[in-house]
């Protein structure tokens, strides 16, 4: 029996310096550009080409009115798009500086910053009618129990909305090895509690969209689980 309670207890070790060497992967990958390229990258006029944020953002449906979570907001590019079609935004970020920058830009636009740790969404329970996170849940650690929290934060039937890169290269993102596949998101998800996973590979040409909701009837999703 001793024996069994080291092993698990190693096997729990190693799991989660795996999940820090890959976020640590991510996020050295990233900041090997200064806050100023960040910048440029993010607000790219091209961008609008390969992210289509149009086609994103009508996963969402109405949301005038709507208390929704931006998790990895970055400089605000989808932010000021969500404040514009009338949802109140949660601008959430690891890093001040880009909290920053949208406060700064913001002007009338309805969008509060919060800066939150990596491991964790911060936000109080049952506050939000969803969740939306672009580029960033590669870059998230213990990534079923942060959006357990996620989960507990979102009110009944609220939403959330994911877009991250295919795993396969493709010409923006960052490299093959730091990507995580959509089955992989979907997974994870529905052990965090989410229902009605549905992944969308064909709408976006280097990403795919994965739509989940809070709900109390029993868990139906693309897996089938």
């Not at 289509?52 to 005038?64: E, F, H, M, S």
Request: net charge positive; hydrophobic share 35%; charged share 30%.
């Amino acid at each position: 029996m001793k024996r069994k309670i080291i092993g698990i207890a190693l096997l729990i070790s190693s799991m989660a310096c795996v999940d820090t060497e890959k976020h640590s992967h991510a996020n050295d990958h990233m900041h090997k550009s200064s806050f100023e390229e960040l910048v440029k990258q993010f607000e790219n006029k091209d961008r609008i080409l390969w992210q289509k944020p149009l086609i994103v953002l009508d996963k969402l449906g109405d949301i005038k009115g709507e208390k929704i979570a931006d998790i990895g907001a970055g400089t605000g590019y989808f932010s000021f798009r969500l404040a514009d079609m009338g949802a109140k935004v949660l601008a959430l970020d690891v890093d001040q500086k880009f909290l920053d920058y949208i406060d700064q830009h913001k002007k009338e636009h309805t969008i509060s910053t919060k800066k939150i740790p990596y491991d964790n969404p911060s936000i109080e329970y049952n506050s939000l009618d969803a969740v939306f996170t672009v580029n960033t849940y590669h870059h998230l650690e213990s990534r079923s129990l942060y959006f357990r929290e996620v989960f507990h934060a979102l009110k009944e039937d609220g939403k959330l909305l994911i877009v991250d890169f295919k795993k396969e290269k493709t010409p923006h993102g960052p490299p093959s090895d730091i990507r995580i596949s959509g089955q992989t998101v979907m997974q994870e998800l529905h052990k965090a509690g989410f229902s009605k996973i549905i992944i969308d590979l064909s709408s976006l040409p280097e990403q795919y969209i994965i739509t989940a909701k809070k709900t109390k009837s029993p868990k139906t999703n693309a897996l089938g689980l």
